[in-house]
């Protein structure tokens, strides 16, 4: 009987592996044809369109949203969002229904993207979708457009293979994961959920065992504008805000000087990172500058709360504008304006990491890899707030928010049949 049991599981990896090939053709240039919207925060929309387009092409039931449609600001975990229309912003949900006993599943994915800075520093143009040598380069090629394509084709692989899963699956596109992560909070909200959560973010085959949470903010300075040739009579918000950012360089230190003590990340070297994103001041060359904006980002370690975090922050700028003269009586404005996002763990030896490791082997011939992630993935919200096992686990690329972001094609191709063995060591498949 195990003989005959394995023979079976050979032949339909055999199947899948023969589906996956045979549509990769189609999966380059529709992952192409995904990469060259660009769907920066705000414009997604378009991308979103074509999506569920798509999704009903196959058949899928499907259900295009917007955050104001579940009123994403009435969750205690939703991220503030004061810089774009909710209405706006655009979630797309496909599932095939089945009446099966198997488990069923979230494969969910974001096509936001970053923008692409200086397009002359680019060796190609970042929306062309270029392929090269066995690459897919372009804004969104790797963080996560190619995983959205692998979890779409894993399926159309299944049904190809004439099997379908013996569960309900449903496919997930995304906003906002990289600012707020409310897209995914919407979809749970929204009523969607399932035995178990794939993500395929950008992890070159590994299983993100821990990430850290993160908590953005702004801080907007004043200052005193005079004439430059009397600058000693002003103040200048820019340098006002110079001096704030050397103190949170300082409190960063303190915080991974304590981060030893970390279960996950006490090996990592520096985990909690502190970042400037954004620095806009000054309105002339020859005055000093009345203000100074500054975006920042600041991350948390397991165990911690972007609460706990946020009053760090606080008292940080308590204690730094206490030993400034002018910062002390002119204190600068804190405005919390992104993720509020928590850390989260991947407990080892889940039944959903189980069947991950059974369909990676098949895959990949080799075992499963854990990694940390001193980033944020969405898997959060599933694990940490809705108590469901969520995976983050995906191609390998390189050069995420970077110039040349590219995606390994050959990478992408396995990654698709690991996760279609995926779906169905965990939801089991039925002949069509």
Same mark, same amino acid.
């Given at each position: 009987m195990a003989t005959d049991t394995m023979t079976k599981s050979e032949s339909i990896a055999d199947s899948l592996r023969a589906a996956v090939d045979r549509n990769f053709d189609d999966q380059v240039a529709f992952l192409q044809r995904m990469v060259q919207f660009r769907s920066l925060r705000g414009e997604e929309a378009p991308q979103q369109e074509w999506l569920a387009q798509q999704f009903a092409d196959r058949g899928y039931k499907v259900d295009t949203f917007s955050l104001a449609d579940v009123d994403i600001a009435s969750h205690p975990k939703a991220a503030p969002m004061d810089d774009i229309d909710p209405a706006g912003s655009m979630q797309v949900v496909a599932t095939a229904d089945s009446d099966g006993k198997g488990r069923s599943l979230i494969l969910q994915g974001h096509i936001d993207v970053v923008p692409e800075g200086p397009v002359d520093l680019w060796s190609d143009p970042p929306f062309a979708a270029t392929v090269r040598d066995g690459w897919m380069i372009g804004r969104g090629a790797q963080d996560m457009k190619a995983g959205v394509s692998a979890m779409i084709f894993a399926l159309d692989a299944i049904r190809a293979a004439g099997y379908a899963p013996d569960a309900r699956v449903h496919l997930e596109t995304v906003t906002e994961e990289e600012s707020t992560g409310n897209g995914a909070l919407s979809t749970l909200m929204r009523g969607y @959920?399932?035995?178990?959560?794939?993500? *395929?973010? #950008?992890?070159?085959?590994?299983?993100?065992?821990?990430? %850290?949470?993160? $908590?953005?903010?702004?801080? @907007? $300075? @004043?200052? /005193? *504008? $005079?004439?430059?040739?009397? =600058?000693? /009579?002003? /103040? =200048?918000?820019?340098? =006002?805000?110079?001096?704030?950012?050397?103190?949170?360089?300082?409190?960063?230190? +303190?915080?991974?000087?304590?981060? %030893?003590?970390? #279960?996950?990340?006490?090996? $990592? +070297?520096n985990p909690i990172k502190f970042n400037v994103g954004l620095i806009k001041g000054g309105d002339w060359a020859s005055s000093t500058a009345a203000w100074c904006e500054l975006d920042c980002r600041l991350g948390l370690l397991t165990g911690d709360t972007p609460e706990q975090a946020m009053r760090g922050i606080e008292q940080c700028l308590a204690e730094a504008q206490a030993s400034d003269a002018f910062l002390s009586e002119n204190p600068a404005e804190l405005v919390w304006s992104g993720f509020k996002a928590d850390p989260a763990v991947c407990e080892p030896g889940g039944a959903a990491e189980a069947a991950l490791s059974i369909a990676h082997q098949a895959a990949f011939k080799a075992p499963l890899d854990a990694r940390l992630s001193t980033a944020v993935n969405d898997t959060r919200y599933y694990s940490v707030d809705y108590g469901i096992p969520a995976l983050c686990y995906g191609p390998y690329g390189e050069g995420p928010h970077a110039f040349n972001e590219r995606i390994d094609l050959e990478s992408l191709r396995k990654t698709t049949l690991s996760i279609a063995l995926f779906v169905a060591e965990w939801c089991g498949l039925r002949k069509l």
């Open positions: @959920r399932a035995d178990a959560c794939l993500i *395929p973010e #950008p992890t070159g085959h590994t299983l993100t065992r821990a990430q %850290v949470g993160a $908590v953005w903010f702004r801080l @907007r $300075v @004043r200052g /005193t *504008p $005079v004439h430059v040739a009397y =600058s000693e /009579t002003g /103040t =200048s918000a820019i340098l =006002s805000a110079m001096h704030l950012i050397r103190a949170f360089e300082e409190y960063t230190k +303190k915080l991974n000087a304590q981060a %030893v003590r970390d #279960p996950w990340f006490g090996q $990592v +070297k």
